[in-house]
């Protein structure tokens, strides 16, 4: 080894280095973004260029694509599963509304015969 620089890897460093600037500096801000995150595809691979980058492939830090794969099937399960939890209490809130309106229009009746009632006869009074 004589110490020597070849100036084709410096371009390489430098390219590199602009590269992490532009992930650190823009893509990773605007994936936070409520507006802008939703089209930054796969934060997953913003993570492989910046491990690639870094000379830490072999550290085996970031998942591999299988395992971001599997990762990203059981966030966007459980997405849909707090999606439609929060329809249920949505639900749930318009029959309270619609019993506690029942029971100033007819004050004299029981809630628990009158939601019965309701029910057995499809939603109708």
């Given amino acids: 080894m004589d110490g020597s ?5 410096i371009q390489a460093l430098l390219r590199d280095n602009e590269t992490m600037q532009a992930i650190k500096e823009v893509i990773i801000p ?5 507006r802008f995150g939703p089209y930054i595809n796969h934060p997953y691979r913003a993570l492989k260029a910046i491990e690639e980058r870094t000379n830490l492939t072999d550290e085996h830090l970031i998942a591999t694509e299988k395992e ?20 249920r209490g949505q639900d ?3 029959a309270q509304g619609v019993a506690d309106l029942m029971g100033k229009v007819l004050p004299g ?7 019965a009632r309701m ?7």
């Fill in 92 to 94: 749930l809130q318009e």
């Fill in 119 to 125: 029910a057995n006869d499809g939603g109708e009074m």
């Fill in 68 to 87: 971001a794969s599997a990762i990203e099937a059981q966030q966007q399960e459980q997405q849909a599963q707090a999606t439609a939890a929060m329809e």
């Fill in 5 to 9: 620089f070849h100036v084709s890897g």
């Fill in 30 to 34: 605007l994936s936070t973004h409520p």
């Fill in 109 to 115: 009746m029981d809630r628990a015969a009158t939601g």
